[in-house]
């Protein structure tokens, strides 16, 4: 998920929390992009918890009517006009959002963004004097990709969600935190969410068998 050689692991960054648009959500920017991407997701309701049905990840065309039905929904909500999604400004808006972010979790920003192209067109001047990001523009920036098509949106749907979740106490988690992981990656608490506890004591008990029954042969044998 885009860790670069500064990851030193899961949890190890700093606790932040976002005051932002009326609620309160915590997460460990372990990586400076978590700024970003976890309120980009929370935002658009896409963190595991938040109601995405995940197994459809595993059907391509369910994934991607599943996003269909979303982007119309974001349609529907903020009614973007057509001289607002033009590709180019939201490329250029990137690292202002990021900005934004920072200044919606209390963030310093990191010395590389501290130029005027980002502070400017951010608003950002201070943690305490900085125009944090909204829903509103967090939205245009995913329905761009749903202009693109819906194999993009679908694509960036799945990646927030197989990122990250939505814990009790408005607490974010990462990957192994979360009932779904990426391939290659188990989950270290399939149990956060109900629907998934089941799922993972059957996968259990199953192993269990598994590994019981050559050793049960064995004893017998002897």
């Known amino acids: 998920g885009l860790r670069d050689p500064s990851y030193k692991g899961l949890n190890t960054g700093a606790l932040v929390t976002f005051h932002w648009e009326g609620t309160s959500v915590t997460t460990h920017a372990d990586l400076d992009h978590y700024l970003y991407d976890d309120l980009y997701e929370f935002s658009l309701g896409y963190l595991q918890n938040q109601g995405l049905d995940t197994s459809k990840m595993s059907d391509p065309q369910a994934w991607e009517e599943l996003s269909r039905q979303q982007c119309e929904q974001v349609q529907a909500t903020y009614q973007f006009r057509d001289e607002e999604l033009i590709f180019n400004d939201l490329l250029d808006s990137n690292l202002p959002i990021h900005a934004q972010c920072h200044c919606a979790a209390g963030v310093p920003l990191p010395i590389a963004m501290q130029v005027p192209y980002v502070t400017e ?8 004097d900085c125009k ?3 829903k509103r ?3 245009r920036h995913h329905y761009m990709k749903c202009v693109l098509g819906y194999p993009n949106s679908a694509s960036d749907m799945a990646y927030l969600n197989g990122r990250a979740c939505l814990l ?3 607490k974010m988690g990462h990957y192994t935190e979360c009932p779904y992981s990426p391939p290659g990656v188990e989950p270290a ?3 956060a969410l109900p629907r998934a506890c089941d799922r ?3 996968d259990r008990k199953q192993r269990a068998l598994h590994t019981a029954e050559p050793c049960r042969l064995r004893a017998q044998k002897k």
């Open 121 to 128: 067109k951010a608003d950002y001047h201070s943690p305490s």
């Open 168 to 170: 009790p106490g408005n």
């Open 200 to 202: 993972a004591i059957h």
């Open 132 to 134: 944090p990001i909204t």
């Open 137 to 139: 523009e967090f939205a």
């Open 189 to 191: 608490n399939p149990c």
